[in-house]
RNA sequence: GGAGCGUUCGUCUAACGGUUAGGACGCCAGGUUUUCAUCCUGGUAAUACGGGUUCGAUUCCCGUACGCUCUACCA
């Protein structure tokens, strides 16, 4: 590599980032990191149209949340702003006119009504070499006409002038060599009638203006790519050109197709990565922040989509990833987004993160559903005692509440069916001796000390363990799941524990 | 319609001419856990099709089929 690698991301900020867009973050990011070079943010708002308040700031929130944040953006700024397309509008012109100059690209003064008819004329209208001569263009039109038509201020755009019968090939990093034929490729409006330009001048100006090295985005964009190529020939030159890379696309589960926000609502999983309020339609999508994914995980399974190191390694860190990312290790092909690997990932990272680090997590779904928390010591350890059944966060308020509080309402028909005389005489004795505990001073006890004493006053009452531990389980938690028993009366103490048993006596006596 | 890209278990993928085609998720069965989950063991399941090239093709070439993407003064 003969220069310091630069990559850049160019979303426009028309809406939430879903998987694919974050997936081509990712992938820019662990490049640039890998190669020690820089990451840039660049704001592809050239069609005013579609402006949408907020997007650009969620975009930027997202990039934190994720920990891929840019070195060069319009929050950073950098050596090479205005990062915001629509404040280098006065760039571009001068771009456009050069190309005019050389010949390679023209005026065209047909107005949207004129294209639209022309459409509905041809089949397959092509605003090409085909039909450039029947339009109404630089081209076509006499010198003084257009010179008239634009000194009267009429309304055009600039156009490339593609060639005839030349092959245009690039050789992209993940596909190799693919060429195109002039004779399909279009003639692409460059400079918009607002003058704006469309993505095909900007994305080409500003790689070069930003020293953009390699060039990563969706495969989507392969077809326009000749016109891209045609650009850096006319502009800066081949030996300019950075690296392309067209990266495979995040299919939808079920069925072919590139993965959309409907396929989420349809299937029940997010595709944005963090909530998205759209302040038009006053609709909130679901992010997979929210959903309860660590962005650690997120980051991880995004990056195995599409991915490898070559070897079975599945769970991999940011700082791995930079190790280990090469492009030559990426899939051609689309990758279907499958959401129960995507639970399993964030499972593995549950299990691998620090309760303490979890903590604040977590806490946030506990206060959501009025479960207080009055000592943050206790929620990390109760972290501890649950986190290898939790595949998602909000899975913690199930897997712990019973902790906090006693349980609302507790499964007795599954115990009373077997209840009897002889086992309500051992609850009741068990109360009766966690009680004098209590009033010995003692709190509770360690789990090994707490379940040998059951099984001994179990034996005393003529009771196996076995069928005295679902009943115990049951009034402690309220139904058959969570951690071991004595670990929970250990946490909740004597106090908790007495309480949650004489109430469950009762509910027993009265049905 | 045209152009480009793609095609290995249901899904994500490994195997850069020679493997009983490997791993992971899911699913199924068993074990551990006197609950559930975790964990462990085992099982299920794939090279789209047809031609070449080659001693030998998942792998290289050609064709076919299928799929996807693009075909805007959107990105």
Redesign the pocket.
Known sequence: MDSKVRVRF???PTGGLHLGGVRTVLFNYLFAKHHNGEFILRI?D??QT?FVPGAEQYIQDTLAWCGLTPDESPLHGGAYGPYRQSERKAIYRQYADKLIEQGNAYYAF???ED?DAK?KEIP?F??SRAHRMDMKNSVSLGADEVAELLKNNT?Y?IRIKVPENEEVSLDDVI??H????TS?V?DK?LL???G?P??HLAVVVDDHLMKITHAFRG??????APVHVLLWKYLFGLDQMPKWAHL??I?K?D????LSKRDGERLGFPVFAMDWFDPNTNNTTIGFKERGFLPEAFVNLLA???W?D?T?K?IFSIEELIANFSLD?V??????F?Y??AK?FN?EWI?KTDNDKLAPLVRRYLDEANIEVHDPNYLVKIIGLVK??CHLLPEFVTQSSFFFKAPSSIDTASIAPKWDAKKLGFFDELAKVYTSKIEGGLLTAPATELETEF?ELGAKHEL???EL??PF?IMLVGG??????FEIVEAIEFKDTVARIEKSLQLLSSN
């Not at 693919?178 to 034929?181: E, H, L, R, Y």
């Not at 495969?219 to 326009?224: C, I, K, R, T, Y």
């Not at 899939?331 to 279907?336: C, V």
């Open positions: 160019a979303p426009s592809e050239t069609d579609r047909d107005t949207p294209l459409r397959n092509q605003y309304p755009v596909r190799g693919v060429s195109f034929d399909i279009d409006v918009k009638a607002d704006m469309t993505y495969e989507e964009w392969l077809p326009s495979p696309l299919l589960p069925g072919n197709g590139k195995m989509l599409g490898n070559g079975d599945e290790r899939h051609k092909a689309g990758a279907k499958d129960e690997k399993w499972a299990k290898e059944r099984k196996k363990p076995g531990m679902l389980r058959k799941f969570g951690p071991g028993v």
